[in-house]
């Protein structure tokens, strides 16, 4: 039997073998950035197919697998607001084959709303901001408000009575509805969906008022003639639809939404694998073809550090808890 002091000695000598073996491990995981990637990159968007994060995610993903020679598999894993997707890769190894396509609801909003998550902000190490659009408040074509102020007004006088379609509860466009009950003094009914898909549907069909959503989702139906944009969030108007005036132009000041659009790692992917990701899509987004494609969205390419992507998502994280606060907003 072992006396106190060898039994030390060994469970030393078990705790450093232990340590070796985990860092070994860990060498073997992350490879060096000159050597990635070797192998097909898996990027998760926690959003059904069709929506603005999976078009995104999809131009950029076919044009790095080009870049690279190595293929960028989208992999759509939609549900709880962006909370299943985002978990996945919270919990993937960190070796930069796991990607996730970060927007406020996957990583600000649910922060904000939930006071428990399966995943913390510390649990992502963000790559770069690709771009961002503002929301835009839309109606059918059969609408009677023809502007914000109209809208408020018929508000008043009917508290209640109008709706607001969300693609979910607690997402953007339901965060954005109740931002604009707040700096309104209105009473808009919140009707979620699953999806903004569903919702704009039954707008068309008269069944709810009116939505906030993005370019993406929205713009062939604009152009269908079959909705109506009343407004562009913010103080810049939208080089898609230079004649919309802004919610700012329109006297609603404060009502800044805009919709981020990023990529993050599992948190301890290696600062050489991030740096190497952002440089590539920082290049890919300089590129008039990416510009433009971007453009033809509705959405404005950004680029810049993974310090500033992180500053961004910090700064939406207590935004949005002010909001929800203010709001008294709850998830259904």
């Known amino acids: ?84 997707g985002a978990d996945i890769v919270a919990k993937a190894i960190p070796d930069g084959y796991t990607l ?36 835009m408040l839309v109606t059918s074509a059969s609408f009677p408000a023809a502007n914000v102020k109209e809208l408020i007004a ?36 919140h009707v979620a969906y699953k999806g903004a898909a569903p919702a704009i549907a039954d707008i068309i069909g008269g069944q709810v008022s009116l939505i906030f959503t993005t370019p993406v989702t929205a713009h062939p139906l604009i152009q269908a003639g079959k909705l109506k944009t009343i407004a562009v969030a913010g103080n810049k108007r939208l080089s898609l ?22 990529v993050s790692a599992p948190a301890r992917t290696s600062r050489p694998v991030v740096l190497k990701l952002n440089r590539d899509l920082q290049q890919m987004l300089q590129t008039p073809e990416i510009r433009e494609r971007f453009a033809a969205l509705g959405l404005e390419a950004e680029g810049g550090g993974p310090e500033r992507f992180a500053t961004l998502i910090s700064e939406d994280i207590e935004r949005w808890r002010k909001v929800v606060k203010a709001g008294n907003v709850r998830t259904e």
Do not use: C
């Not at 039994?7 to 030393?12: E, P």
């Not at 995104?56 to 044009?63: E, F, I, T, Y």
């Not at 009917?158 to 693609?167: A, F, H, N, R, V």
């Open 100 to 135: 996730l396509m970060t927007n406020p609801g996957s990583n600000a909003i649910n922060f904000a709303l939930r006071t428990k998550t399966p995943y913390k902000a510390e649990d992502f190490a963000p790559v770069i901001l690709l771009g961002w659009s503002p929301i």
């Open 241 to 262: 639809y230079p004649d919309v005036p802004t919610t700012a132009e329109q006297g609603l000041a404060g009502f800044d939404v805009q919709i981020w659009f990023g």
């Open 1 to 84: 039997m072992m006396n106190s002091k060898a039994l030390f000695q060994h469970m030393a000598w078990l705790a450093l073998i232990s340590l070796l073996y985990d860092g070994l491990a860990w060498a073997q995981a992350v490879k060096p950035a000159t050597d990635y990637p070797t192998r097909v990159v898996r990027w998760v968007v926690p959003y059904p197919p069709g929506a603005s994060n999976d078009v995104v995610a999809r131009v950029l993903g076919q044009k790095l697998t080009q870049v690279w020679g190595q293929q960028v598999v989208i992999d759509n894993r939609s549900g709880a607001g962006g909370l299943i």
């Open 154 to 189: 018929m508000a008043k006088a009917k508290p209640g009575q109008l709706s607001g379609g969300s693609s979910g509860a607690g997402g953007s466009s339901h965060l954005a509805l109740e931002l604009f009950k707040m700096l309104t003094g209105t009473e808009i009914l």
